[in-house]
Nanobody, 116 residues
Framework: QVQLVESGGGLVQPGGSLRLSCVAS????????MSWYLQAPGSQRELVAA????????NYADSVKGRFKISRDNAKNSVYLQMNNLKTDDTGVYYC?????????WGQGTQVTVSS
């Protein structure tokens, strides 16, 4: 089993920044990718950014390219999402996911609200 704990959400004005963190514990040996998803109000959960655990290869949703950066620290079993130039459309619950070839593990989510 894998347990994930997210932190770093909050209320921020448009144009502001936040940094989300996700710390994993448990049996992580087979985990090979980590990602962040956004569930906006009234919408389905959508991929924001992903990173490969081994080599750090990343990919991003078009809507966040150039504004968000995903990173990981394997020594700390952590993945981060640096969010800059936030927009009101970035509002929602952000979920961290770690996965191997058979399982997806999700965190509890952290709320991000972008509002003036």
């Amino acid at each position: 089993q894998v347990q994930l704990v997210e932190s770093g959400g909050g209320l921020v004005q448009p144009g502001g920044s936040l940094r989300l963190s996700c710390v994993a514990s448990g049996n992580l040996r087979s985990m090979y990718a980590m990602s962040w998803y956004l569930q906006a109000p009234g919408s389905q959960r959508e991929l924001v950014a992903a990173i490969r655990r081994r080599d750090g290869t990343t990919n991003y949703a078009d809507s966040v390219k150039g504004r968000f950066k995903i990173s990981r620290d394997n020594a700390k079993n952590s993945v981060y999402l640096q969010m800059n130039n936030l927009k009101t459309d970035d509002t929602g619950v952000y979920y961290c996911k770690w996965n191997d070839s058979q399982h997806d593990y999700w965190g509890q989510g952290t709320q991000v609200t972008v509002s003036s």
